[in-house]
């Protein structure tokens, strides 16, 4: 069966209309831009303010807006209708993810823009977003799947979610070395080591370890969400 724009359009269409219907959803893009416009209110023009932002853009929009679009076809039975549809593997988690994609990168814009800060280093900053976005995007999607119901994305997600944010602040509170090198793997933390390395006026070789982590988190994240599908994709 050949790819179809039309096919994955419509399923963006129908996710749209989904969307501005669920107010949950919509708190969680609202909340990102809340905390750049606080940043904005400090004068600072320090970019690696940022990474907070754009993190809980990431992680909040990102992975929750996808999370409860799949919880929702679940809940209401509609992803096995749309398995049964012409509609391939590929198409439909394309259309999926299109969706969040889209609307996390104008969160992420939005944040940057109602912060007043400059941003350093464009070029590896939107490669380390891009990378982020299909991390969180493909973390959204397994829990989406893993859960039965829209709520129950916060019960599944929402402890996950909260250490990629604040990995920094548990680290802090265990007095252990594992604990901290293990946070130091988290991709929140490598994109806000990269920004402060940015920030400071570096280049590539400052910040290309931090990319080969998101990288990294990126396929393992992808494979990882391709397989549950498999598992998960007929409402077990």
Do not use: C, H
């Not at 749309?82 to 994609?101: Q, R």
């Not at 104008?106 to 007043?116: E, K, M, N, R, T």
């Not at 989406?144 to 129950?152: A, D, Y």
């Not at 990995?167 to 090198?181: C, L, R, Y």
Request: glycine share 6%; charged share 15%.
């Amino acid at each position: 069966m050949t790819f179809s724009i039309k096919r994955v359009r419509a399923i963006i269409t129908k996710d749209w209309k989904d969307l501005i219907k669920n107010y949950y959803i919509l708190i969680s893009i609202l909340l990102p831009l809340g905390f750049a416009f606080m940043i904005s209110r400090l004068g600072t023009n320090d970019a690696s303010m940022l990474s907070m932002p754009i993190n809980i853009a990431l992680v909040m929009t990102g992975a929750f807006v996808q999370a409860s679009m799949m919880a929702e076809e679940k809940e209401k039975s509609t992803l096995r209708v749309l398995l049964l549809s012409p509609a391939t593997t590929l198409e439909i988690m394309m259309g999926k993810s299109v969706l969040s994609a889209v609307i996390t990168s104008i969160v992420v814009a939005g944040s940057i823009i109602i912060s007043g800060i400059k941003v350093p280093g464009l070029f590896f900053l939107s490669i380390m977003i891009i990378l982020s976005l299909i991390i969180f995007i493909s973390l959204g999607t397994i829990i989406g799947l893993i859960s039965r119901t829209v709520m129950e994305t916060s019960i599944v997600g929402l402890p996950i979610l909260v250490i990629f944010i604040y990995g920094s602040v548990f680290g802090s509170m265990f007095d252990s070395s594992v604990v901290t090198k293990i946070i130091t793997y988290l991709p929140t933390e490598n994109f806000s080591a990269a920004l402060m390395s940015l920030q400071g006026n570096g280049g590539f070789s400052e910040v290309k370890w931090n990319i080969v982590n998101l990288l990294i988190w990126a396929i393992f994240s992808v494979i990882l969400a391709i397989f549950i599908y498999g598992k998960r994709r007929f409402d077990k």
